[in-house]
């Protein structure tokens, strides 16, 4: 069977773009790559990702990479997107990564006329104290701790909303959208657990569509991981279709 065509300009466009969209507090870029670090909160943040097209990276480069992560207390991880060389693919699996995580990249259209303003979503630009305390409450493991969370936010340079869906005048549901070059990426979409099924995550998406396409943005993107089949229906619903499946490995050290 024929492999499926993905359109690798969109998705370098995503994937460069994510880059700033959840910016690590520290990122270096090694040759085809962006190698970053953020105290282990979120496999995205501590990963290695290709930054072009058949990105690879010889055994010199890898046992670099390696040795940072292990100077910095973290597992080595690379993330297998279309982006990855074929040849680096193979490196990797003969060093041992196994696969942590299995995520689909997805895309939407945005209409501004079809994603108006939501009036009982919050959204300021800058992550403030409730919405960091508000998404770690609803969080487990590392990502509970708020301290690297807002490590991370807090370096969002481009236009931003940090968002909180109202229901019944309280904090229900929280997400955030980041906007750059006519694109928008939105995640973190987080509802809390004894409100779900009442539609409040699709609300939110839609608020936050309406946002980036009041920004000027014609597309908004998302990751999702593929085992989420709740929440890959609501995207499909909502317009995105999938651009490409990617892997995160990690070495067991």
């Known amino acids: 069977m024929d492999k499926p065509i993905i359109d690798l300009a969109l998705v370098r466009a995503c994937e460069s773009r994510i880059i700033n969209a959840w910016p690590a507090p520290t990122t270096l870029v090694i040759d085809d790559w962006a190698v970053r ?6 496999g995205r943040a501590n990963s290695a990702s290709a930054l072009r097209e058949g990105g690879d990276m010889d055994d010199a480069t890898l046992e670099l990479v390696e040795k940072l992560y292990a100077e910095a207390g973290l597992p080595p991880r690379i993330r297998f997107t279309p982006l990855v060389a074929e040849s680096a693919r193979r490196r990797f699996s003969a060093r041992g990564y196994r696969i942590e995580t299995a995520s689909f990249g997805m895309v939407a259209e945005l209409d501004r006329h079809r994603h108006p303003e939501l009036p009982e979503m919050i959204a300021t ?16 493991g590392n990502k509970r701790n708020r301290g690297h969370l807002a490590a991370i936010v807090s370096g969002i340079c481009l236009p931003a909303a940090f968002a909180t869906l109202l229901h019944e005048g309280r904090p229900a549901a929280y ?5 750059e070059r006519g694109m ?7 509802v809390d657990e004894s409100l779900r099924g009442r539609g ?4 939110l998406m839609q608020g936050l569509m309406g946002w980036a396409a009041a920004q000027g943005c014609a597309q908004a993107y998302l990751q999702v991981d593929q085992s989420n089949g709740l929440a890959l229906e609501m995207y499909r619903r909502l317009g995105f279709r999938q651009l490409y499946a990617y892997e995160t490995r990690v070495l067991d050290v």
Not at 37 to 42: D, E, L, T, V, W
Not at 125 to 140: E, F, K, L, M, N
Not at 184 to 190: F, Q
Not at 200 to 203: I, Y
């Open 184 to 190: 928008a990426e939105i995640g973190a979409v987080i």
């Open 175 to 179: 997400a955030m959208s980041v906007a």
């Open 125 to 140: 630009p800058r992550a403030d104290a409730a919405w960091i305390d508000g998404v770690c409450s609803h969080q487990t």
């Open 37 to 42: 670090f953020a105290n282990g909160y979120s």
């Open 200 to 203: 409040l995550g699709k609300k």
